[in-house]
C-alpha cells in the first residue's frame, strides 16, 4: 500500500520570502511505522507561538506532536525517538522540562543537539519524532 | 530516558555521549573509545550485533576532532559498512561532550541473511568534498533492510566522487537528490517509499536555494522533515546535506 500522508502544507509558510512553494507534509504512516515533520512553535494552522520564549514553543511543538500521531492512527505512548534541536545551550533546561512533561512515563530514545540555527531565526527549537503503530 | 528502543524490529540505539574534561584530540578520541564501547553494550542489551547496524551519525563539536574521532570508529566498526552522515554542530547536551553517536540497527531474522549493503567503499579511497581524508573507516552509500532503506547523508559529492556545485548550495542540491533518486532505485525504491528527510545547511543563506530544490522533488509525493543550521559537514566546501529514509511499500 502506498504511504498515507497527512496534512500538505505548503513551504512558503515557513521558507518565506525565498520563493518557495512546494508542497511537505506533515506526518507520513508506512504501514504501522509513523514519521512526523520537525515540530516547532508553529501551530498545525500555521501561526507562530512562543517569540523568545522556548519553553512555550517546545510546549507548541508537543502539542502538535499528540495532534499529529494521533490522526496518523498512533498515540504518544507509541514515541519511540525524539531528537530535539536548540539552537542555544541556554534553552535546554526549559525545552527538556516541557518535554518531559508532555513525555510522562513514556521512554524514548532521545538525542539532544545545539545547532547554529532552524528554518526561521525565531525558532529556537524543532523536536522530531518517530513512533510506531503496535499491533 | 531508555538507551535502545525497538520500533517494528528497528533499534534506535543512540544519541550517546561520553562526556569527560579536555579538549584535544586525544580527549576525543578517547570519548570516542568510550561512546563505542556503550554502543556495543546498547547493541548486546537489545540482543542485536555490531553487524546489524544500518545508519550512524557522527555529531561532533569541532571539525578539529573529525580525524581522532573518526579513526576510532574506523577501527570499532571494521567490516560493518554503515551508512554514515557526519555534522559538526554547536553544542551537544553535556557541555563536556564532543561526540554524539545516533545509531540505527535492524536485527535480522535467520531467514533474512544480512543486510544488503550497496555501494561499499573505504574513506580514504573517496574523496570528501574536493578533498581527501586520512582516517580509515568503511561505509556504504545505502543499506536495504527487508523493510527499510537507509541512504548515506547526500551531497553535491556525485557517486563517483567527484564534487559539483562549489559555492552553488542549488547545484550541490541538485546533485544530492539526483543521488538520493539513483541509490533508492539500485535498492528497489523510488521517491514514493520515502518517508523522512533531515535537511542540514551550512548558513541561513542557503535554507531558500537547497529547499527549493528538495521540496521540488518531493512535491510529488511529500516527506516529513526537519531543517537544520549546523556548524559544518565533512568538508568546508560542502553546503549541504540530505538524510533521506524510506520504508518499501510494496512490503507489508
Same mark, same amino acid.
Given at each position: 500500500?502506498?504511504?498515507?500522508?497527512?496534512?500538505?502544507?505548503?513551504?512558503?509558510?515557513?521558507?518565506?520570502?525565498?520563493?518557495?512553494?512546494?508542497?511537505?507534509?506533515?506526518?507520513?504512516?508506512?504501514?504501522?511505522? *509513523?514519521?512526523? $515533520?520537525?515540530?516547532? @512553535?508553529?501551530?498545525?494552522? &500555521?501561526?507562530?507561538?512562543?517569540? /523568545?520564549?522556548? !519553553?512555550?514553543?517546545?510546549?507548541?511543538?508537543?502539542?502538535?506532536?499528540?495532534?499529529?500521531?494521533?490522526?496518523?492512527?498512533?498515540?504518544?505512548?507509541?514515541?519511540?525517538?525524539?531528537?530535539?534541536?536548540?539552537?542555544?545551550?541556554?534553552?535546554?533546561?526549559?525545552?527538556?522540562? *516541557?518535554?518531559? $512533561?508532555?513525555?510522562? @512515563?513514556?521512554?524514548?530514545? &532521545?538525542?539532544?543537539?545545539?545547532? /547554529?540555527?532552524? !528554518?526561521?531565526?525565531?525558532?529556537?527549537?524543532?523536536?522530531?519524532?518517530?513512533?510506531?503503530?503496535?499491533? | 530516558?531508555?538507551?535502545?528502543?525497538?520500533?517494528?524490529?528497528?533499534?534506535?540505539?543512540?544519541?550517546?555521549?561520553?562526556?569527560?574534561?579536555?579538549?584535544?584530540?586525544?580527549?576525543?578520541?578517547?570519548?570516542?573509545?568510550?561512546?563505542?564501547?556503550?554502543?556495543?553494550?546498547?547493541?548486546?542489551?537489545?540482543?542485536?550485533?555490531?553487524?546489524?547496524?544500518?545508519?550512524?551519525?557522527?555529531?561532533?563539536?569541532?571539525?578539529?576532532?573529525?580525524?581522532?574521532?573518526?579513526?576510532?570508529?574506523?577501527?570499532?566498526?571494521?567490516?560493518?559498512?554503515?551508512?554514515?552522515?557526519?555534522?559538526?554542530?554547536?553544542?551537544?547536551?553535556?557541555?563536556?561532550?564532543?561526540?554524539?553517536?545516533?545509531?540505527?540497527?535492524?536485527?535480522?531474522?535467520?531467514?533474512?541473511?544480512?543486510?544488503?549493503?550497496?555501494?561499499?567503499?573505504?574513506?580514504?579511497?573517496?574523496?570528501?568534498?574536493?578533498?581527501?581524508?586520512?582516517?580509515?573507516?568503511?561505509?556504504?552509500?545505502?543499506?536495504?533492510?527487508?523493510?527499510?532503506?537507509?541512504?548515506?547523508?547526500?551531497?553535491?559529492?556525485?557517486?563517483?566522487?567527484?564534487?559539483?556545485?562549489?559555492?552553488?548550495?542549488?547545484?550541490?542540491?541538485?546533485?544530492?537528490?539526483?543521488?538520493?533518486?539513483?541509490?533508492?532505485?539500485?535498492?528497489?525504491?523510488?521517491?514514493?517509499?520515502?518517508?523522512?528527510?533531515?535537511?542540514?545547511?551550512?548558513?541561513?543563506?542557503?535554507?531558500?536555494?537547497?529547499?527549493?530544490?528538495?521540496?521540488?522533488?518531493?512535491?510529488?509525493?511529500?516527506?516529513?522533515?526537519?531543517?537544520?543550521?549546523?556548524?559544518?559537514?565533512?568538508?568546508?566546501?560542502?553546503?549541504?546535506?540530505?538524510?533521506?529514509?524510506?520504508?518499501?511499500?510494496?512490503?507489508?
Amino acid at each position: 500500500m502506498a504511504h498515507l500522508r497527512f496534512r500538505r502544507f505548503n513551504t512558503g509558510l515557513y521558507y518565506r520570502d525565498q520563493g518557495i512553494r512546494n508542497e511537505m507534509c506533515m506526518a507520513v504512516r508506512a504501514g504501522n511505522l *509513523v514519521f512526523l $515533520r520537525g515540530q516547532t @512553535g508553529f501551530t498545525l494552522e &500555521g501561526g507562530f507561538t512562543g517569540i /523568545g520564549d522556548a !519553553a512555550a514553543q517546545a510546549d507548541q511543538a508537543m502539542r502538535n506532536v499528540k495532534t499529529l500521531l494521533e490522526e496518523a492512527g498512533s498515540a504518544m505512548e507509541h514515541i519511540c525517538r525524539i531528537t530535539t534541536y536548540i539552537t542555544d545551550r541556554a534553552w535546554r533546561e526549559p525545552v527538556y522540562q *516541557v518535554i518531559g $512533561r508532555h513525555l510522562g @512515563g513514556i521512554a524514548p530514545v &532521545g538525542t539532544g543537539l545545539i545547532v /547554529g540555527g532552524l !528554518a526561521l531565526p525565531e525558532m529556537l527549537v524543532e523536536i522530531d519524532i518517530d513512533a510506531v503503530i503496535p499491533a | 530516558m531508555r538507551d535502545a528502543l525497538a520500533r517494528d524490529g528497528t533499534q534506535h540505539l543512540g544519541g550517546i555521549i561520553a562526556p569527560m574534561p579536555g579538549h584535544s584530540a586525544d580527549a576525543a578520541a578517547a570519548q570516542a573509545e568510550a561512546v563505542f564501547d556503550a554502543l556495543e553494550a546498547r547493541i548486546a542489551a537489545a540482543g542485536a550485533a555490531l553487524t546489524d547496524l544500518c545508519k550512524i551519525t557522527m555529531q561532533i563539536t569541532d571539525r578539529a576532532f573529525r580525524q581522532p574521532v573518526y579513526g576510532v570508529m574506523g577501527r570499532r566498526l571494521a567490516g560493518v559498512r554503515p551508512v554514515s552522515t557526519g555534522l559538526i554542530v554547536s553544542g551537544l547536551d553535556s557541555p563536556h561532550a564532543v561526540f554524539q553517536l545516533d545509531a540505527l540497527a535492524v536485527p535480522r531474522a535467520p531467514r533474512d541473511g544480512p543486510h544488503e549493503r550497496i555501494r561499499p567503499y573505504r574513506s580514504t579511497s573517496m574523496p570528501y568534498g574536493r578533498g581527501r581524508q586520512p582516517f580509515v573507516a568503511e561505509f556504504c552509500m545505502a543499506v536495504r533492510t527487508p523493510r527499510q532503506v537507509f541512504l548515506r547523508g547526500q551531497t553535491g559529492q556525485t557517486l563517483d566522487g567527484a564534487f559539483v556545485g562549489a559555492g552553488d548550495p542549488a547545484a550541490q542540491a541538485r546533485q544530492a537528490m539526483d543521488n538520493v533518486t539513483a541509490l533508492l532505485a539500485e535498492a528497489g525504491c523510488t521517491l514514493a517509499d520515502a518517508v523522512h528527510a533531515t535537511v542540514f545547511v551550512t548558513d541561513r543563506a542557503f535554507i531558500g536555494p537547497v529547499m527549493q530544490v528538495v521540496a521540488g522533488r518531493f512535491a510529488a509525493q511529500p516527506v516529513a522533515h526537519a531543517l537544520l543550521v549546523v556548524k559544518g559537514l565533512a568538508a568546508p566546501e560542502i553546503a549541504m546535506e540530505i538524510d533521506v529514509h524510506a520504508v518499501r511499500s510494496d512490503v507489508g
